[in-house]
């Protein structure tokens, strides 16, 4: 069987190499610590806690050290991880303690007050502060001990993360990601990126985000090579970072290059070392590539899912100004269709949905068999997203089929937050779109049909959704109308409401 104990592996080959490092502390880890760790975090969650394979461990808590540890322990457990976000509220959290049910929460202290009176976080077994955690590992450490653990067997199979994307119904749902999705995913991560041992990178995503975990970090793991962890992404220190600890490869949205492009320290920045950087998220702009090719660092873009790696297709960066705008071809280990709406292949530069099979997809959403009935499809993942390919075999994104708009890297799913707003008593109708923002990249504009006889302000619906929504997904913009826009089929025409949002704002 092909061992998914991937610290094991590393703390026999090269126990004294750093494996992770903590910016803002300094408290770092090596392959053979990182092993010795995860064994101790086993033996205390089966045997104390008296979790199994199977079980759920929540974490509500920004990057450190204990994440790293507690997926050493899941590859050796078979418990599953359950990265929750911090940046939600305490009615979206609950929504996701109710749905995965976990054995166990980890909460940061700063965090506490967003679960500690929610009934199904009390009713949790076991309960831990993130900093009796990080405890455990500094006496673990200090003690020099050397636990061993009797590997529970998991298999590719097994489930290692749920990772929760923002609806396109009202809710959540949660992407089960498999040992064979992350094992399959740093794979293609080598071969396209030439990923080793040697490399060098710093992660700045939120542990909430399947690019925190796998984008650079469990590839890194995989491939024993050095990630530094930095709890929040800060354009001055990163340009500091990439020089001063000789990092290789870094990966970022267009948003956060942007950035650092526009810092003033960008021009004097020592950027020798980077072999190039990995953008995703959003097409990068022409002008932004080039300011990175003139300090000599080439620009790699491409895209993914939660659901699918994510590191699904890669453009090479010697492609990056002459095919702007494409995600680059698919990586190894995919089949990759563009599909009308009958499910027939599209010809080049037709337009076409994305669907993709391989051993990176998702078996499926966690308790929804009808989500995932809905987008896996005789074995064949179907993205959402409308793509055309050229003659050459790039891809280009060109429309969400499910209206998803992405501001400032978080997606935003209209749907959750029109279910909000519906609930408003003053609100009869609500429609949001995405539109173009300067900082964000894109942000909400949401055209709302007051009822008769009320009246509604900008300021009253933001502070209706204050408490109850993440501060991304609340709208920028409102248009107020006395009807929304349909087509002929009845349903909300959404082109009416582009043309809207390119009128003059209400707000």
């Known amino acids: 069987m092909i061992t998914n104990d991937w610290s094991l592996k590393w703390a026999e080959f090269n126990p004294e190499k750093v494996a992770v490092e903590e910016y803002e502390t ?15 975090f086993a033996r205390y969650f089966t045997e104390e806690a008296g979790l199994k394979k199977g079980s759920r461990i929540a974490i509500l808590a920004e990057n450190c050290l204990e994440y790293i540890i507690l997926l050493s322990m899941a590859q050796k ?33 700063k965090f506490l007050k967003k679960v500690e009176a929610l009934p199904v976080f009390q009713h949790v077994a076991h309960k831990m502060n993130l900093e009796q955690l990080q405890g455990k590992t500094r006496d673990f450490l200090a003690s020099n001990q050397a636990f061993n653990y009797e590997f529970a067997g998991t298999t590719h199979d097994d489930t290692a ?72 992404f800060d354009p001055d ?23 650092m492009a526009d810092a003033p320290n960008f021009e004097k920045s020592n950027f020798e070392k980077i072999r190039y950087v990995v953008v995703g998220g959003e097409a990068m702009p022409i002008p932004l590539i080039e300011k990175w090719h003139s300090k000599k660092v080439p620009v790699r873009q491409g895209y993914g899912l939660t659901e699918v790696g994510p590191n699904v297709t890669s453009l090479n960066h010697q492609d990056a100004i002459r095919k702007a705008g494409s995600i680059g071809k698919p990586n190894f280990y995919y089949e990759a269709k563009l599909v009308d709406e009958h499910g027939s292949q599209v010809a080049d530069n037709e337009l076409g949905e994305l669907i993709l099979k391989g051993p990176t997809v998702t078996p499926g ?8 009935q809905e987008t896996i499809i005789d074995g064949w993942f179907h993205t959402g997203d409308i793509m055309r390919r050229d003659e050459e075999g790039f891809l280009f994104v060109v429309d969400r089929i499910k209206n998803m708009y992405i501001s400032g890297a978080e997606n935003v799913y209209p749907a959750e937050v029109e279910y909000l707003l519906r609930s408003h008593e003053a609100i009869d109708a609500v429609a949001i779109i995405g539109v173009p923002d300067e900082k964000w990249g894109e942000t909400g504009m949401a055209f709302i049909v007051p009822k008769p006889g009320h009246s509604l302000s900008v300021e009253e619906i933001t502070s209706f959704c204050a408490g109850k929504l993440a501060k991304f997904k609340i709208p920028k913009h409102f248009k107020f109308l006395d ?8 349903k909300i025409d959404r082109k009416q409401l582009i043309l809207h949002s390119m009128q003059k704002n209400n707000h």
């Open 483 to 490: 009807e929304l826009p349909k087509n002929d089929a009845g």
């Open 161 to 232: 993360l749920i990772i929760y994307t923002s609806g396109t119904t009202a809710f959540p749902k949660g992407s089960v990601y498999t040992h064979r999705m992350m094992f399959w995913n740093s794979i293609n991560t080598q071969l396209r990126l030439d990923v080793t041992s040697a490399d060098r990178s710093v992660n700045t995503a939120p542990p909430f985000h399947t690019g925190s975990w796998n984008v650079l970090l469990t590839p890194f793991l995989h491939h024993g090579a050095y990630t530094l962890i930095m709890k929040n």
């Open 77 to 109: 457990t078979g418990i599953i991880l359950v990265p929750l976000n911090y940046r939600l509220t305490s009615r979206e959290i609950d929504y996701l303690l109710t749905d995965s049910a976990p054995q166990a929460v980890i909460v940061e202290d």
């Open 237 to 259: 220190k990163v340009l500091d970072v990439l020089a001063d600890y000789e990092l290789t490869v870094f990966w970022a949205v267009p948003t956060m290059l942007k950035m």
């Open 365 to 372: 959403y966690w308790n929804n068999t009808e989500a995932t």
């Open 26 to 40: 300094g408290r770092s880890l090596t392959y053979g610590q990182l092993n010795r760790l995860g064994n101790s």
